[in-house]
C-alpha cells in the first residue's frame, strides 16, 4: 500500500487513534514500494534503535541477507564509547563496506526505512562510500 506523504500526515492528524508504530510501519512501506534490490545491486537495508544501528545488504528477489553489521559488532565496540554516536554510525558502514566487497558486492540500493537521512543515517551512508560502495 503506497501511500503520499500528504496522505501519511493527515492520516497522523485526522485519526488520533493512529499509533506511532502503525504510521511508522505505513511510511516505510510506502518507501519500500519504491526501493527494490536484485542480484546487481542489492538493498542496504538500516534499523536505528536508541542504542545502535543495524544495517545489511538484502537481495530482495532470493530474500537472503547477504552481509550484516551492527554497532554492536567488537571492532566498532573497541573504538567507540556508545553505539548511538554518529562516529560510530560511520565507523560501521565502512565495516560493512569492506565486507560486502569480499563478497563482489560495489553497486547497492539504500534504504533509509521509515527513518529521515540525517544523523546517524547519513553518517552510516557516508561511511558506507568511504569504504567504496556505489549508491
Not at 105 to 113: L, Q
Request: charged share 30%; net charge positive.
Amino acid at each position: 500500500m503506497k501511500l503520499s506523504k500528504r496522505v501519511l500526515l493527515k492520516l497522523k492528524n485526522k485519526n488520533k487513534k493512529l499509533k506511532p508504530q502503525k504510521f511508522k510501519s505505513l511510511k516505510r512501506e510506502s518507501l519500500r514500494g519504491l526501493v527494490k534490490g536484485n542480484q546487481e545491486r542489492p538493498r542496504l537495508s538500516v534499523y536505528r534503535s536508541n542504542e545502535n544501528i543495524y544495517a545489511q545488504i538484502i537481495d530482495d528477489t532470493t530474500a537472503r541477507t547477504l552481509v550484516s553489521c551492527s554497532t554492536l559488532d567488537r571492532d566498532i565496540t573497541l573504538k567507540t564509547k556508545t553505539g548511538r554516536t554518529c562516529e560510530a554510525s560511520r565507523l560501521m558502514g565502512e565495516k560493512l563496506a569492506s565486507l560486502s566487497l569480499n563478497q563482489n558486492i560495489t553497486k547497492i540500493v539504500f534504504d533509509r526505512g521509515p527513518y529521515l537521512y540525517h544523523g546517524r543515517i547519513k553518517a552510516l551512508a557516508e561511511g558506507a562510500r568511504a569504504g567504496g560502495l556505489q549508491f
